[in-house]
């Protein structure tokens, strides 16, 4: 069986300010506050959501 892909996603920007669709986004991620990180599964709903607040996260795949 093969291992799904995991993306290591990193806020690095504040949420202060930013529309209330990106927070929600950021949100349904998992990630709270600035320098969070959370490892997700490499799906096409999560590389959409990824899409959408591209500009304030950073994204790498995850070891292991």
Same mark, same amino acid.
């Given at each position: +069986?093969?291992?799904?892909?995991?993306?290591?996603?990193?806020?690095?920007?504040g949420l202060t300010?930013?529309?209330?669709?990106?927070?929600?986004?950021?949100?349904?991620l998992g990630l709270?506050?600035?320098?969070?990180?959370?490892?997700?599964?490499?799906?096409?709903?999560?590389?959409? +959501?990824?899409?959408?607040?591209?500009?304030?996260?950073?994204?790498?795949e995850a070891q292991?």
């Amino acid at each position: +069986m093969s291992e799904e892909k995991k993306l290591r996603v990193t806020l690095v920007r504040g949420l202060t300010g930013k529309k209330p669709g990106h927070r929600d986004t950021v949100r349904g991620l998992g990630l709270r506050w600035r320098n969070d990180s959370v490892v997700l599964s490499d799906t096409p709903q999560i590389r959409g +959501m990824i899409g959408k607040v591209s500009y304030m996260v950073k994204v790498s795949e995850a070891q292991g």
